[in-house]
């Protein structure tokens, strides 16, 4: 069975334990980025990761998109939409199909 992690900040994963997620609230980009990795290696399916965070962890997050699995979705954080989810979702998208769909 596929396992899903959310990671960020306590404030903004804390509430998807109550539809059964797994969460890993972190409170620096070092701690991020030491439980991504380990997610990766436990291989986690699908890894929803704050925007706030994911912004720290560029590279990390960059180099986990050629993989199948785990598929990385950025959500927003308590703190607002940064837009950076919308933008990586458009831009697998545009990936896949081979251009751009929406505006």
Known sequence: MYKIAVIGERKSVIGFTSIGMEVFPVSD??????????????????????????????EKIAKL??????????????????????????????RAVGSQLID
């Open 29 to 58: 980009a070092r701690q991020g980025g030491e439980t991504l990795d380990r997610l990766v290696e436990e291989e986690y399916a699908v890894i929803y990761i704050t925007e706030a965070l994911a912004s720290e962890l560029r």
């Open 65 to 94: 998109r050629d993989r199948a699995l785990p598929a990385v979705i950025l959500i927003p954080g308590v703190e607002g939409n940064t837009g950076d989810g919308m933008s990586s979702v458009l831009s697998c998208v545009e």
